[in-house]
């Protein structure tokens, strides 16, 4: 079950059965039940190339819960996108750990990296699964991302932090980590960018 507007879009899409999806482990039956009928569960480190893009599960910081009964029954993780053309690294819904230091050994280095920069809110417990605007940089610079987009904030208020904080404290952030303002980005509901943007 989920009361999320995600939950809603993704099972009102149209053609479910052309679309071909992959999951963190654990989580396809809940796909499949909402009429999912490719979908592939990836655990950490499991590489799946598709049309010459490499698709690699990685680790990340945070639980899963989708009922009362099922904490940590399913995976979290974060990815890794590669093609003879670029290389993007998603880090996911996570907080900040030591684990992207070794990400960035392993699979790095990237041109783009997804942050997650929102949902930090006022206490710990926000904190132990999500990331503040300046451990996003942190993660980007830990896992060689040479360009970074914030994600993950101004969308849905889940934590109470003003709605656009995350945007300035994730570009005020950037300099500490040699970040230039033409290498950061936070995108506007609905705004696109390429790579030569």
Request: aromatic fraction near 8%.
């Given at each position: 079950?989920c009361?999320?507007?995600?939950?809603?879009?993704?099972?009102?899409l149209?053609?479910?059965?052309?679309i071909?999806v992959?999951?963190p482990?654990?989580l396809?039956?809940?796909l499949q039940?909402?009429?999912?009928?490719?979908?592939?569960?990836m655990?950490?480190?499991l590489?799946i190339t598709?049309?010459?893009?490499?698709?690699?599960?990685?680790?990340?910081?945070?639980?899963?819960r989708r009922t009362?009964f099922?904490?940590?029954?399913?995976h979290?993780?974060?990815?890794?996108?590669?093609?003879?053309?670029?290389?993007?690294?998603h880090?996911?819904d996570?907080?900040?750990g030591?684990?992207f230091?070794?990400i960035?050994r392993d699979?790095?280095?990237f041109?783009?990296?997804l942050?997650?920069v929102?949902?930090?809110?006022?206490?710990d417990?926000?904190?132990?699964?999500?990331?503040?605007?300046?451990d996003?940089i942190?993660?980007?610079a830990?896992?060689?991302?040479?360009r970074?987009?914030?994600?993950?904030?101004?969308?849905?208020?889940?934590?109470g932090?003003?709605?656009l904080?995350?945007?300035?404290?994730f570009?005020?952030?950037?300099s500490?980590?040699?970040?230039?303002?033409?290498?950061i980005h936070?995108l506007?509901?609905?705004?696109?960018i390429?790579s030569?943007?």
């Amino acid at each position: 079950t989920c009361a999320l507007p995600i939950c809603a879009t993704l099972k009102a899409l149209p053609h479910k059965d052309q679309i071909r999806v992959l999951v963190p482990e654990g989580l396809g039956a809940l796909l499949q039940g909402w009429g999912f009928t490719q979908t592939t569960e990836m655990p950490w480190h499991l590489s799946i190339t598709i049309n010459d893009v490499t698709i690699t599960s990685l680790p990340a910081i945070h639980h899963s819960r989708r009922t009362p009964f099922d904490y940590n029954h399913a995976h979290w993780c974060s990815f890794a996108i590669a093609s003879d053309a670029m290389r993007i690294y998603h880090a996911g819904d996570t907080a900040f750990g030591p684990v992207f230091e070794q990400i960035g050994r392993d699979y790095g280095p990237f041109d783009y990296g997804l942050v997650p920069v929102g949902g930090y809110g006022k206490n710990d417990a926000h904190r132990a699964v999500h990331a503040t605007p300046e451990d996003a940089i942190t993660i980007g610079a830990a896992t060689q991302c040479t360009r970074l987009i914030g994600m993950h904030w101004g969308a849905l208020s889940i934590t109470g932090e003003p709605s656009l904080e995350p945007r300035t404290r994730f570009h005020a952030a950037a300099s500490s980590h040699g970040y230039t303002a033409e290498q950061i980005h936070t995108l506007d509901l609905g705004q696109t960018i390429t790579s030569r943007s």
